[in-house]
C-alpha cells in the first residue's frame, strides 16, 4: 500500500509505492532550499518545474528541468534548491 511523507514543514512531500524493479516515490517540492541524505543509490527525474542540486564533490549548482534525471549514490548528503513548486520521481536502487 501507499505511504505518504512529510518533510520541512510540508514542503516536500512524497508518495511512496512500489514498482516490479523496487521502491520509488513520487514527489512535490515547495520553494526553498533542503538537505537529503541517501540510504541507498537514487535515481531521481523531474517530472515538472526545475531542481537545483547541490552534490557533495561539486562546488556549483546543477540545474535540472522535466525529464531530465540525475543518480545520487548511496550514503551522501545532497542539497536542493526550488525557485518555484516542483515535482519528481525517485527510484531506490
Same mark, same amino acid.
Given at each position: 500500500m501507499f505511504k505518504t511523507n512529510e518533510y520541512y514543514d510540508g514542503k516536500v512531500k $512524497?508518495?511512496?509505492f512500489d514498482t516490479l524493479e523496487g521502491p520509488a516515490t513520487a514527489g512535490v517540492m515547495a520553494p526553498g532550499e533542503y538537505e537529503f541524505g541517501t540510504d541507498s543509490i537514487e535515481h531521481m527525474t523531474?517530472? +515538472?518545474g526545475k531542481l537545483h542540486i547541490m552534490f557533495p564533490e561539486c562546488?556549483?549548482?546543477q540545474a535540472y528541468r522535466p525529464f531530465e +534525471?540525475?543518480?545520487v549514490e548511496?550514503?551522501?548528503k545532497f542539497k536542493v534548491k526550488v525557485d518555484s513548486e516542483a $515535482?519528481?520521481?525517485?527510484l531506490y536502487r
Open positions: $512524497s508518495i511512496a523531474v517530472t +515538472s562546488l556549483n549548482w +534525471s540525475f543518480v548511496k550514503g551522501v $515535482s519528481y520521481l525517485c
